[in-house]
């Protein structure tokens, strides 16, 4: 099936390599009869701006200046991939970004900020920290009183939700998929499996719809970071009918294809364990890749767990998609006392 794509505003270095992991295969893989493993290098989309956020926001900002917007306003945590991509976004093309953060202490701006709130400041942004309680009852209220304040001075706002996961954002994911499907072509396989984390489902979403649309019989696996698999369910229904809905689209999805694994959440978002800073170590020794402690670690870790479990030893050929966020390795660099030896 061909797609009529909406606008894109290209910001995004395309397409982004697929690369095989073959150290990691043969060592944690291919001896329990488990599948090779790929890598779809979406940290790759860009240094500043790297990870999967910035191929959403490709049509949110095609959007955004469909509708002479000036401003985009988003939120997320403190350390948000997708806000810091937002910001440097605007940067680029001229707009504002006004950015709702859920504070970890809730007492306003770190002194030192890090990680990838540091980089926010640094691209222009204006930042609204809010405390975690206030942040999660208000939320609707907050993005109109800020959406207000720049009507209010002569500015147009687009209000983008959380992680850009919507009808909108989804397209990113969905030329993602037909993206992914063509570099496996051209490698000579035809992917049994697609892996990636769920944090706003957006990804998942885009990735499942796109392997469907573009008649792959790969299903996608997503490893949930928070939440829970009938969470993440709904959620990727509600992106697909709004994506439906807003461009009238009467592709016959199926449902029984969103798959999600909730086991490696851990003690909560972007919260890890030694585990998962040991699998970080291990990809960087292994294949000189950078995981991150929030998405991508935990995503890898569950792959691999289940891997060795057996759970995919029907696959061959299975691509973990990386959706970047290394900036969130430096914040938690405290956790990582124990992931290298030196003589
Ligand atoms: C946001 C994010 C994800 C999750 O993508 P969603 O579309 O929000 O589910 C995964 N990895 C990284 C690094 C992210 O920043």
Not at 165 to 179: H, K, M, P, T, V
Request: with cysteine; net charge negative; charged share 20%.
């Amino acid at each position: 099936m061909s797609i009529q794509y909406p606008a894109r505003e290209r910001l995004a270095n395309l397409p982004t390599p697929l690369q095989p992991l073959d150290r990691i295969s043969e060592q944690f893989s291919l001896p329990h009869g488990g599948p090779k493993i790929w890598i779809k290098r979406d940290d790759l989309t860009e240094s500043a701006m790297s990870g999967n956020k910035l191929r959403k926001l490709e049509f949110i900002i095609a959007e955004a200046r469909a509708r002479g917007c000036n401003t985009l306003i988003t939120c997320g945590g403190e350390q948000s991939n997708h806000c810091r991509a937002t910001a440097l976004a605007a940067a680029k093309t001229g707009m504002k970004a006004h950015l709702i953060l859920r504070g970890g202490s809730g007492t306003g701006a770190p002194e030192t900020p890090d990680g990838n709130l540091l980089v926010d400041y640094l691209a222009g942004a204006q930042v609204s920290l809010y405390p975690m309680r206030e942040y999660v009852d208000t939320l609707p209220q907050l993005f109109e009183q800020w959406a207000r304040f720049y009507e209010q001075q002569g500015d147009r706002a687009l209000c983008i939700p959380t992680g850009g996961s919507d009808g909108l954002g989804i397209w990113g994911y969905l030329l993602a998929a037909e993206e992914l499907l063509e570099d496996c072509r051209r490698e000579g396989f035809a992917p049994d499996r697609l892996i990636c984390a769920s944090g706003s489902g957006g990804t998942q979403a885009g990735l499942t719809l796109g392997c469907q649309v573009f008649g792959s019989s790969a299903d996608v696996t997503a490893y949930a970071v928070c939440d829970s698999t009938d969470y993440f369910i709904d959620k990727v229904r509600q992106d697909v009918a709004d994506w439906a809905h807003r461009y009238r689209q009467a592709f016959p999805f199926d449902e029984s294809r969103i798959h999600v694994i909730d086991d490696y959440i851990g003690p909560g978002y972007a919260i890890a364990t030694e585990e998962i800073y040991q699998t970080i170590a291990l990809a960087a020794q292994l294949e000189g890749i950078l995981l991150d402690p929030v998405y991508t670690g935990k995503a890898f870790h569950g792959m691999l767990q289940d891997i060795k479990q057996g759970k995919y030893s029907g696959c061959k050929n299975l691509v973990f998609v990386h959706t970047g966020g290394q900036f969130g390795v430096f914040p938690q660099r405290t956790g990582f006392q124990n992931s290298w030896s030196q003589q």
